[in-house]
């Protein structure tokens, strides 16, 4: 952040390789299609989506419809005994993970130069032919409510996936500061009888060295509000437990494959800055690989219209 502050040119989006989101959306009638490989691993389980599927659509300019589905794979990692418990043998189960269903909307944006509240004046809010371009957003603000399913399959008695549903509602900011931009994330997982309800909070900060390339720095918590009591679950999803938190640090950035930037590479790395054991949900690692594909009509070019002189004939 301290070198970021020192740039120009700086700024941040959040989302995949992300933790952290934010209040863009794809543009209307734009798709935004997610393949990524993930990871996140502690010292006594492991969680993998090889590969996550993750489906968004604009609708208008400010909305983003999103589905996305995981294979998913849990591991148990062998533990060996101790005074109080017996050794445990490892395992690994797989199987469809569950369904995710988003709709996002920026309900909040200004642009330099315009009231906090109120309408934007009628002089900037169509720029007229010849104008240069509208100047970039510097603050919005927008939410994304969504909720996890499973899917019918046999996920959930094997211990694949936690036993749904569950309602996530964040509130997602994108502002400016001087040169630096940052994206804010908080948010709330309201849980089940038999999951946890959380709070979780994340912020990134980013610079974009060219038009293709672009590096992020990301913390991220998520902390379990309540406990629920033993005798639901199966597998890392069985109930019980005390209290999980993740706290993590992570860095990562985008890399654009092709002139059109239409094919992006995406990647992250990340660990958790405190303590990871067996039983404290902190992880040893985190990771994203993923490839990003953007789809859509093209904008359309105003053409420039050239003013001619007429001929007065002589003076």
């Known amino acids: ?38 990871g996140d ?10 590969p996550d599927f993750d489906i968004n659509y604009g609708l208008g300019d400010r909305i983003q419809l999103k589905y996305e589905v995981p294979i998913a794979i849990e591991e148990t990692r062998p533990q060996p005994a101790t005074a ?26 200004h642009h330099p130069g315009d009231p906090w509240f109120g309408r934007r004046p009628p002089s900037k809010a169509v720029p007229s032919a010849g104008d240069s371009e509208e100047p970039a957003v510097n603050f919005s603000v927008g939410t994304y409510p969504q909720l996890s399913l499973n899917n019918p399959t046999s996920s959930v008695r094997r211990g694949v996936v936690a036993n749904g549903p569950d309602f996530f509602l964040p509130i997602e900011s994108n502002w400016r500061l001087g040169p630096i931009r940052f994206d804010g994330e908080v948010g709330y997982h309201f849980g089940n009888h038999s999951l946890p309800q959380s709070w979780i909070r994340g912020l990134i900060v980013g610079h974009e060295f ?58 992250m790395g990340g660990r958790s800055f405190q303590s990871a054991s067996a039983v404290s949900g902190q992880p040893s690692w985190i990771a994203y690989v993923g490839l990003q594909v ?14 001619k002189v007429p001929n007065l004939g002589p003076q």
Do not use: C
């Not at 691993?41 to 090889?50: A, C, L």
């Not at 953007?294 to 003013?307: H, I, M, R, S």
């Open 1 to 38: 952040m301290l070198l970021a502050a020192f740039s120009v040119g700086v700024f941040a989006q959040a989302g995949p390789p992300f933790r952290t989101d934010d209040p863009e959306t794809p543009g209307n009638k734009h798709w935004e299609i997610n393949l990524g490989w993930l």
């Open 210 to 267: 060219t038009d293709r390339t672009e590096a992020y720095l990301e913390i991220y918590d998520e902390q379990d509000a309540n406990r629920i009591p033993a005798g639901y679950g199966t597998g890392q999803f069985a109930t019980g437990q005390p209290k999980q938190r993740e706290s993590t640090l992570g860095l990562g950035g985008r890399q654009a494959l092709n002139h059109d930037k239409t094919l992006v590479l995406l990647l």
């Open 41 to 50: 691993r502690n010292p006594g389980s492991g969680s993998y989506q090889i």
């Open 84 to 109: 109080n418990q017996p050794a445990e043998d490892g395992s690994v189960v797989a199987g469809l993970g569950q369904s995710l269903l988003g709709v996002k909307y920026r309900f909040y944006e």
């Open 294 to 307: 953007l789809l859509g009509p093209k904008e359309a070019v105003t053409p420039q219209v050239e003013q």
